[in-house]
């Protein structure tokens, strides 16, 4: 199991960099409800000592269970220190601009929301192979980021806590599609449900195969 690291934040700091801003999302592959990023700031100077927030067990979301990612994003939220914005691109936006573009205007968004005039030099990390187009700062691009950065990880949680707490949110809305159970992603519980009833509000309707019941 790869556990990220806080080499390349120490490597900001020494660069003369003050804060850091990561980012990642959650529900680029799902059938239904939105993408969902967030956004972190953390200020460097953490990362010169054995920090406490080193001992929250953060990584990548993907290898926690739901408890685990609901302590952890509390501890992180709780914490001053970081601040974090969420953004998201609901259903019709994706259908409207495809799921990569809506996913970048929720991040430019998110980052744009946390960067202010009085900002010290920072540096934007996205999880990912590309930087986001539209932002006026120096900005990282890091594949598997959420695997391999602290500062990655911790945003891939705090969005996926939040992503998942909408999901059961509209599970109650729409209790036969058991959105809280799948999140929106094509199990077979969720395609079956979705071939019974078709598709509900939240469904993305560019997305096979719900563009094939339309």
């Known amino acids: 199991m790869i556990l990220p690291d806080k080499s390349l934040e120490r490597k900001l700091l020494v660069s003369g960099y003050n804060q850091v801003i990561a980012v990642d999302e959650v529900g680029m592959g799902c059938l239904a409800g939105p993408v969902v990023v967030c956004a972190a700031l953390l200020p460097l100077w953490i990362f010169k000592k054995n920090d406490p927030l080193f001992h929250l067990g953060v990584r990548d979301s993907k290898q926690l269970s739901a408890a685990q990612r609901e302590r952890i994003a509390l501890a992180l939220g709780a914490d001053p220190r970081l601040k974090f914005q ?7 936006t994706i259908d409207r601009l495809n ?4 996913t970048r205007l929720a991040m430019k968004r998110a980052v744009s929301s946390l960067v202010s005039s009085r900002s010290q030099k920072v540096m934007v990390l996205v999880d990912g192979n590309k930087t986001i187009a539209g932002i006026n700062l120096p900005q990282q691009a890091i594949i598997k980021g959420d695997q391999k950065v602290f500062s990655i990880a911790a945003a891939s949680i705090i969005a996926k806590v939040y992503r998942d707490k ?11 599609y ?4 799948h999140k929106g992603y094509g199990t077979k519980l969720h395609l079956a449900q979705l071939a019974a009833l078709g598709p509900s509000v939240i469904h993305r309707k560019s997305f096979a195969p719900v563009s094939n019941l339309r």
């Open 99 to 102: 799921i990569y573009q809506a």
């Open 166 to 176: 909408l999901m059961r949110n509209y599970a109650k809305r729409y209790p036969a």
């Open 178 to 181: 058991g959105f809280d159970q």
């Open 86 to 92: 969420i953004g998201y691109a609901h259903p019709k």
